[in-house]
Structures are given as C-alpha cells and as structure tokens.
C-alpha cells in the first residue's frame, strides 16, 4: 500500500467517526414508540419525532432535545435534568415545567395546584416553593430540598421522599398515603401524627420533635 493510499484511508476512517459522533447514539430497536426507561443520556436528538412515545422513566440526562417533536410523549418517571430544550421542542406544558424544575430550580412564582403527578423530580431544589395544592402523586422526590415549601394540601399519595428535606415544610392537610419518608429529615414541619401513619414509610426519618424515627 502506497503511502498515499494509506493517508487516504485514514482521512476516510477519520470522516466515518466523525459523521458516527455527529449522529449520537442510536435509538434502542423499538423507540419510538416504546423507549421506557431507555438510556438516551446525553444523546444529540435534535429535530427528532418522539410524538406520543413512551419515555416513562427514561434517562434523558444531558440529552439534546432542541427542535424535537414530544407532543403527546409520556414522561412519567423520565430523567431530564440537564437535558437542553429551546423554544422550538414540542412538549406537554406539564413536563416543560418539570425540566425547568430539575435543571433551574422552582420557578418563581407559584406552583399552586400544579400537576406534577409522576414526574421525577429527585434532588430538585424546591426550598421555599408554593405547592399548595399541587398534585405530586408518586412523584419521585427523593433527596429533594423541599425546606420551608408550602405543601399545605399537596396530594403527595405514593410518592418517594427517601431523603428529602422537609425541614420547616408546612404540610398540613396534606395526603401522605403510602408515601416513603424513609430517612427524610421532617425537623420542625408542620405535619400531625395522624398524616405521617398513613405513610408507607419512616425508616430513619427525622420527625418534627428531631427524635428518629426506627
């Protein structure tokens, strides 16, 4: 092989991965539609058609969703902190709100009666938001920071707040069926007895009179 030949080659190999790192990670075989719990972290899917798919707890961490067509897409459950959307992704209002949550805090403002109902909102930083009323059924809110938000009213039924901090929340009259308070630190919040036995569980848990919870 000729010395030219061989640079030849090279440059072709050299044009092949960059077109490869260019198009990103392919999609698993069946997505879309169906790309539950897929990992698509840091995938570059700009402009992509994931109408009505199925992204339940899919990771979408870091992934590039400029221009991207999510109309109709179920994200229960979905990972999109840090995922990069712009003006012209196409997504349900309810899940455009949970990626500004997770990747830019609570909005300001309030977030009264909002329906965040499966959405993965672990590690968030919600410290002093507005949840009053806010529909977070088994919303996955583990290691959240939810110190001194309102969540008086807040339907939390089944949701996972291993680890979070509930330190000075306000839930009263809020339904914490069957939710998991395992090893959330709940030091000072407004919460009655009768609430925190509907609970699923308090392994570890910090209660309001800082004593913990077996």
Same mark, same amino acid.
């Given at each position: 092989?000729? =010395?030219? @030949?061989? =640079?030849?080659?090279?440059?072709?190999?050299?044009?092949?991965?960059?077109?490869?790192?260019?198009? !990103?990670?392919?999609?698993?075989?069946?997505?879309?539609?169906?790309?539950?719990? &897929?990992?698509?972290?840091?995938?570059?899917?700009?402009?992509?058609?994931?109408?009505? &798919?199925?992204?339940?707890? #899919?990771?979408?961490?870091?992934?590039?969703?400029?221009?991207?067509?999510?109309? !109709?897409?179920?994200?229960?459950?979905?990972?999109?902190?840090?995922?990069?959307?712009?003006?012209? $992704?196409?997504?349900?209002? @309810?899940?455009?709100?949970?990626?500004?949550?997770? $990747?830019?805090?609570?909005?300001?403002?309030?977030?009264?009666?909002?329906?965040?109902?499966?959405?993965?909102?672990?590690?968030?930083?919600?410290?002093?938001?507005?949840?009053?009323? &806010?529909?977070?059924?088994?919303?996955?809110?583990?290691?959240?920071?939810?110190?001194?938000?309102?969540?008086?009213?807040?339907?939390?039924?089944?949701?996972?707040?291993?680890? #979070?901090?509930?330190?000075?929340?306000?839930? =009263?009259? #809020?339904?914490?069926?069957?939710?998991?308070?395992?090893? +959330?630190?709940?030091?000072? +919040? *407004?919460?009655?007895?009768?609430?925190? #036995?509907?609970? *699923?569980?308090?392994?570890?848990? $910090?209660?309001?009179?800082? $004593?913990?919870?077996?």
């Amino acid at each position: 092989m000729t =010395i030219r @030949k061989a =640079i030849g080659m090279i440059c072709l190999w050299g044009v092949v991965l960059l077109t490869l790192a260019r198009c !990103g990670p392919r999609l698993p075989e069946g997505c879309p539609p169906e790309c539950v719990g &897929a990992d698509l972290s840091e995938a570059d899917l700009r402009g992509a058609d994931l109408s009505e &798919a199925n992204l339940g707890g #899919a990771d979408l961490y870091g992934t590039d969703l400029s221009g991207a067509n999510l109309s !109709g897409a179920n994200l229960s459950g979905a990972v999109l902190r840090a995922a990069i959307l712009d003006e012209t $992704t196409q997504i349900n209002p @309810k899940w455009r709100l949970v990626w500004e949550i997770v $990747t830019q805090g609570a909005p300001a403002g309030y977030l009264i009666g909002a329906n965040l109902r499966e959405a993965n909102l672990s590690e968030a930083d919600l410290r002093w938001a507005y949840l009053t009323e &806010a529909y977070l059924t088994e919303a996955d809110l583990r290691g959240a920071d939810l110190s001194e938000a309102n969540l008086s009213g807040a339907d939390l039924y089944g949701a996972d707040l291993t680890e #979070a901090d509930l330190r000075r929340a306000d839930l =009263i009259g #809020a339904d914490l069926g069957w939710a998991n308070l395992s090893k +959330a630190n709940l030091t000072d +919040a *407004k919460v009655t007895d009768e609430q925190l #036995a509907q609970a *699923k569980s308090l392994a570890g848990a $910090t209660l309001p009179d800082g $004593t913990v919870h077996e």
